[in-house]
């Protein structure tokens, strides 16, 4: 009997031996998961915030875009439509036509001013020829009477 005893008593020490292992394993495991859980955590976080400065940027990108987009003003919309119509699909002399044609008119305008110029510049000499000629009538009028 005292071998069944001591059997019994080594068998005893062994289990306790190994929940003792078990245990430490346990401890281990559980530090473990505590650390992954962190991580984890940790990685959501960031991640989280990533998500927010995305959805920022991607905002005020929206918001530019659509800034670029709206029509500016009349002016600039008249002036994308001129060249628009430049850039399609007219061909270099027909360009270099219109080119000489406006010059031409700019050359005409110009004559135009220097008549109107030198007409206005005659007509102010009449004036004040006439004007002079009045003013030399009421002298002498005055004079005279």
């Known amino acids: 009997m005292s071998q069944d005893v001591a059997q ?18 346990r401890d ?25 400065n995305s ?13 670029l ?5 009349e002016n ?3 002036l994308s439509a001129e060249i628009m119509s430049i850039q399609s699909d007219r061909s270099v002399e027909r360009l270099q036509a219109e080119l000489i044609a406006a010059k031409k008119q700019c050359e005409q305008l110009k004559s135009r001013l220097s008549a109107e110029q030198a007409e206005h510049a005659q007509t102010r000499e ?6 002079g000629d009045v003013v030399d009538l009421l002298a002498k009028e005055r004079s005279a009477g």
């Open 76 to 78: 600039s919309e008249r």
């Open 28 to 52: 281990v495991a559980y530090a473990s998961a505590d650390n992954l859980r962190s991580l984890y955590e940790t990685e959501a976080r960031q991640r989280q915030r990533d998500l927010m």
């Open 69 to 73: 987009q709206a029509p500016q003003d």
């Open 126 to 131: 009449s004036l004040t020829a006439a004007l």
């Open 8 to 25: 019994w008593l080594g068998e005893i020490q062994s289990l306790q031996r190994q929940v003792a292992e078990l245990k430490s394993a």
């Open 55 to 67: 959805q920022k940027t991607i905002a005020r990108l929206q918001k530019d875009l659509e800034m």
